[in-house]
């Protein structure tokens, strides 16, 4: 009596590929924690970016020049509040000023920064 191959997967060669299949889920897995943290810092920096071009824009569409020196103040913005920083100084051609703005987000560090150059007057 001869015995026919039955055909299927051993116990092996199935706890091989359960293995496999387990290290590729965890890979995904941890994929996808390092894009969703990466998702929440770039969303921060273009709000903070928003806000900081809202403030440059003020600065050069208001009349009056801003004052010289530095005023800070917090805005907010898609339910944070930012902290900013705007730093006015003169340029050695006395007809213009330099802005720089910077702002922080609700943590602290600093998260956009804008220079931009205005005609005093």
Same mark, same amino acid.
């Given at each position: ?7 299927? %997967?051993?116990? !092996?060669?199935? /706890?091989?590929?359960?293995?496999? %299949? ?19 810092? /770039? ?24 004052? %010289? ?29 330099? !802005?720089? !703005? ?20």
């Amino acid at each position: 009596m001869t015995r026919e191959k039955e055909g299927g %997967f051993t116990l !092996i060669e199935a /706890l091989v590929a359960l293995a496999i %299949f387990g290290l590729a889920a965890v890979t995904l897995l941890r994929l996808e924690g390092a894009t969703m943290s990466s998702t929440r810092l /770039l969303e921060r920096k273009v709000i903070a970016q928003i806000v900081a071009r809202n403030l440059a824009t003020e600065a050069l569409t208001d009349p009056v020049s801003p004052p %010289f020196g530095t005023v800070s103040g917090v805005e907010s913005n898609a339910g944070s509040e930012w902290r900013w920083t705007r730093r006015t100084t003169r340029m050695g051609d006395t007809r213009l000023q330099r !802005i720089a !703005i910077s702002v922080a987000d609700p943590g602290g560090g600093e998260a956009a920064a804008v220079l931009l150059y205005r005609r005093v007057g």
